[in-house]
C-alpha cells in the first residue's frame, strides 16, 4: 500500500534525503539538524526583513529566543503520540493494514513492563500501548474533531475516504469544509487526518 503519510510542518522542513534505513536514534539527530537549519533560515530571513523596512538596528539575541523558540531547553518537534489500546492485535490490524503505517523495530518492547509497538507516521510515531484505559469508551462525541485527537498530515483525502468506506470503518469530514477526514481507532481514540 502506498503511504498517504507526510511531514505536516508549515516549514518545508522535510529532508532531502529518505532517512528510512537510520536508526531511531539517527533519525532523531537527522531531524534535529534540519530544524536547526530551517530556524537559522527563518532569523536570517527576518533581519533581512528588518534591513529592507529601514530598520537601523538588527533583532537582538534575546529578541531573536523570544520570536523563534520561546524554550531554554530547544523544541524541535513531536516525537511521538501514545495511544492506549485493549487488544494489540486489533489495534495493528487497524493501524498496519487499514491505514499502512509500518512498526519501527528499533523501538524497545521487552523494557516496558507492558506490550506495546511503535509504528512511523513520517519521522514522528505512533506509541500503541496494551493498557488498561481509564477514559469512557462510550459517550464520547461523535465528531473526532470535538474530542481529543492526534492529527495526520495525508497528500488526499478522498484516497484515504475510500480506504476507510472499503474497510466499513465510519468517519465525519471537517466540519469547516477543509480537506480534513475524522476517525476513530478500535479503542476510540480520534485520529485527524488533514491534507496538506
Known amino acids: 500500500m502506498a503511504s498517504i503519510f507526510r511531514l505536516s510542518v508549515s516549514l518545508d522542513l522535510r529532508p532531502k534525503v529518505t532517512c528510512t534505513n537510520l536508526s531511531t536514534k539517527e533519525r532523531f539527530e537527522f531531524q534535529k539538524k534540519s530544524f536547526r537549519k530551517q530556524r537559522l533560515n527563518v532569523r ?94 462510550t459517550g464520547r462525541p461523535e465528531h473526532g474533531g470535538r474530542d481529543r485527537h492526534a492529527c495526520i498530515a495525508i497528500r488526499d483525502v478522498s484516497s484515504l475516504k475510500e480506504i476507510l468506506d472499503k474497510a466499513g470503518i465510519k468517519y465525519t469530514m471537517s466540519k469547516s469544509g477543509r480537506p480534513a477526514i475524522f476517525t476513530r481507532d478500535p479503542d476510540t481514540n480520534a485520529l485527524e487526518f488533514t491534507q496538506v
Open 44 to 137: 536570517f530571513n527576518s533581519l533581512k526583513a528588518n534591513k529592507a523596512q529601514g530598520a537601523t538596528e538588527g533583532i537582538s539575541v534575546v529578541e531573536e529566543k523570544e520570536i523563534n523558540n520561546k524554550t531554554d531547553y530547544g523544541v524541535v518537534g513531536v516525537h511521538h503520540v501514545g495511544f492506549l489500546c485493549e487488544n494489540l492485535e486489533r489495534s495493528l490490524e487497524f493501524y498496519q493494514n487499514i491505514l499502512g503505517l509500518e512498526t519501527n523495530e528499533a523501538r524497545p518492547h521487552d523494557k516496558l513492563p507492558y506490550r506495546g509497538a511503535w509504528l512511523w507516521v513520517g519521522s514522528e510515531m505512533i506509541h500503541l500501548m496494551e493498557l488498561p484505559n481509564p477514559d469512557p469508551l
